[in-house]
């Protein structure tokens, strides 16, 4: 057991007490003598429970009564909450009151805490264990063979997307499970939907012809969903409904008028719905090099009316002479993120100018040295500094290329609180890990690879640095977890659930972000193979770094590079004939469901492996 010299435990308002106050010995002492650990102060016994991982307190719990009283103190499971919160996604209502009302959570009773940070690492463990068992199946209804798209919403509500016009939402965790769910929504937050199916309970059919496009997204009070779908073929037009989720978790039938049409949008051509932002009725279309913002209820369904219309044109080629349209948008609180092949940019909404006739200052921009595909998101969160007076939009994303691999980034935009400041704004764009496809990529001094399985492969790994604009041969190297050592077999050994030593390159073919950006996944097609890998990320806590990995990955000037995202295959699946290959996904973040959608038009759920270790020990909580 490593004790750390930085936990401190408040005691009163008069003392504090520290770990590297307790000399060692004497703790080693009580610690290996169970007749002398009961007279340890209980202050030290609580200073020491916070050191110890959930699964060890509550097998303390077990041990005898007097250890027993001390592991249910609140300053033991508060301090597990603070640590969760930097890299495990918990509960939204929670995290409100935690950021933004009271640190301490009065209003939480200490069983509460104790249920939310033990369920948490239990989804935790289960998130990188290899799914057991065949997926279950969703019924295929009779409208829908094109599979556009999967959402899962509130861990909940999945919906399902077809080109052909049909959209369907499930419940995956029907009435009859979560109606036993405690006073602080905790069971239906973390349980898995093992044991039982989703249910249909709405459906929207539209008119005949393709839509191409959609976007969703929860309103600021999180009972309704609000759907965007845009039409390619004559008439263009986007429609816009809503969902009051809050109505259908209270029973299990299905509504047939559940989707309630809000808005129809004419359009002189046709566009791709990019983006919704529910809270300013905002919806974001694009088209070549236009992004388009239309106030859906303020009179914008004439085309060529200006009122209620805000465009922003990007330019198609970089200073290369490349291509560089935009693939995506994003909503950033009174900002809007454009997603380029090459680039990124960060406009100001007009809805943030202190007057209307103000023009907006010139958007902030980044540049990349990859070309990327298709990008998915979390949810933006803003924080605020009163002293500073500024606030902090930060949103984490997957970004795809094609050649290079899937890379993990932050993305921070500051600005004045007030919109009459003279500040401007500044964007942060942070590269955090990478999951390379080209094997050489790990020689361009991008990300600092994971240890090498063996040791002697290190003396075949190279440090080279590439121009921005080299794009290396993919020469395989040793220095990663994606090719094998010298003489060992290239030939793939994937077993179902396991993990590969093969070096031959693939492709992702999907890809998607959890909404706190705290865990992730991905679906890698082997080349020269039939099978599908899923693959799943999570946010490594704090201390999983350790103090020799950042001493090799530190780069001269003292900055640390990104990290090499570690393969973590937790399905895979062989597709002979390309129906089953896997084309869509989502998944539930708290609750570690992963949906998968194929190209045959069916949809397939995986629950998680849940350990019965933590259940069994925390069964009286």
Not at 170 to 179: C, N
Not at 456 to 473: K, L
Not at 482 to 506: I, K, L, N, V, W
Not at 513 to 528: A, C, D, F, H, L
Request: net charge negative; charged share 20%.
């Amino acid at each position: 057991m490593s004790i750390s010299t930085s936990i401190c435990i408040p005691l009163s308002a008069s003392h504090r007490i520290s770990i590297q106050d307790i000399p060692f010995n004497l703790v080693e002492m009580y610690i290996t003598d169970p007749a002398t650990i009961l007279h340890l102060p209980p202050e030290i016994l609580l200073l020491v429970w916070t050191l110890l991982d959930i699964s060890d307190i509550l097998q303390v719990r077990q041990t005898c009564r007097t250890l027993c009283k001390t592991t249910y103190e609140r300053n033991i499971w508060m301090k597990k909450l603070e640590e969760q919160e930097t890299y495990l996604p918990l509960l939204t209502e929670l995290l409100r009151v935690y950021h933004h009302e009271d640190k301490h959570l009065h209003a939480y009773p200490v069983s509460a805490i104790e249920s939310i940070v033990t369920k948490a690492q239990r989804t935790s463990d289960a998130w990188l264990r290899p799914r057991l068992g065949l997926p279950y199946k969703l019924r295929r209804e009779n409208v829908g063979t094109a599979l556009m798209g999967l959402k899962m919403f509130l861990d909940r509500w999945l919906m399902v997307f077809y080109f052909e016009g049909a959209v369907y939402l499930y419940d995956t965790q029907p009435v009859h499970q979560s109606a036993q769910s405690s006073t602080f929504g905790l069971d239906s937050a973390f349980v898995g939907g093992k044991g039982s199916h989703p249910v249909l309970r709405a459906a929207l059919f539209l008119e005949s012809g393709l839509w191409i496009s959609y976007a969703v997204s929860l309103d600021s009070t999180r009972q309704t969903l609000v759907l965007a779908l845009s039409r390619s073929i004559p008439p263009y037009m986007v429609q816009i409904y809503e969902i009051d989720v809050s109505s259908l978790s209270l029973g299990s039938l299905f509504i047939p008028d559940a989707f309630r049409l809000v808005k129809t949008i004419h359009l002189p051509s046709y566009k791709t719905v990019q983006a919704l932002e529910p809270t300013e009725h905002l919806i974001a279309l694009a088209i070549s090099g236009v992004v388009e913002l239309l106030t859906w209820d303020e009179g914008c369904a004439i085309p060529d009316s200006l009122e209620g219309r805000t465009t922003i044109r990007v330019n198609l080629e970089d200073l290369e002479g490349l291509w560089n349209g935009a693939i995506a948008v994003h909503f950033l609180g009174s900002y809007i993120l454009v997603f380029k092949t090459r680039s990124l940019e960060i406009h100001t909404h007009t809805s943030r100018l202190h007057t209307p006739n103000k023009s907006p200052p010139p958007p902030l921009k980044h540049v990349f040295s990859m070309t990327f595909r298709e990008v998915s998101f979390s949810q933006c969160t803003v924080s605020r500094n009163p002293v500073s007076e500024m606030e902090t939009y930060e949103t984490t994303l997957f970004a795809y290329d094609v050649i290079q691999g899937l890379f993990h980034y932050t993305v921070r935009v500051q600005a004045p609180i007030s919109p009459i400041s003279e500040l401007l704004p500044s964007l942060e764009v942070i590269l955090t890990g990478v999951y390379p496809l080209a094997l050489a990529l790990s020689n361009t001094n991008l990300f600092a690879p994971l240890p090498s399985r063996n040791p002697i492969d290190r003396a075949f790994s190279t440090s080279v640095t590439y121009s921005a604009n080299f794009a290396p041969s993919p020469t395989p190297t040793y220095s990663h977890t994606h090719a094998p050592a010298p003489g060992s077999s290239s030939t793939a050994r994937q077993t179902h659930g396991g993990q590969s030593d093969s070096s031959s390159r693939g492709f992702l073919s999907t890809h998607s972000m959890g909404p706190q950006g705290k865990r992730g996944m991905w679906v890698e097609r082997k080349r020269s193979s039939t099978v599908r890998e899923v693959q799943v990320w999570s946010r490594d806590p704090p201390s999983a770094i350790s103090a020799y990995d950042r001493e090799f990955s530190t780069r001269p000037d003292g900055s640390v590079p990104a990290i090499e995202i570690e393969r973590r295959v937790v399905y895979s699946v062989h597709s002979y004939d390309l129906r089953e290959d896997i084309t869509c996904c989502t998944f539930g973040e708290l609750n570690g469901t992963i949906v998968l959608g194929h190209r045959s038009g069916d949809v397939s759920i995986l629950e998680p492996n849940y350990s019965t270790e933590l259940l069994s020990l925390g069964s009286g909580t």
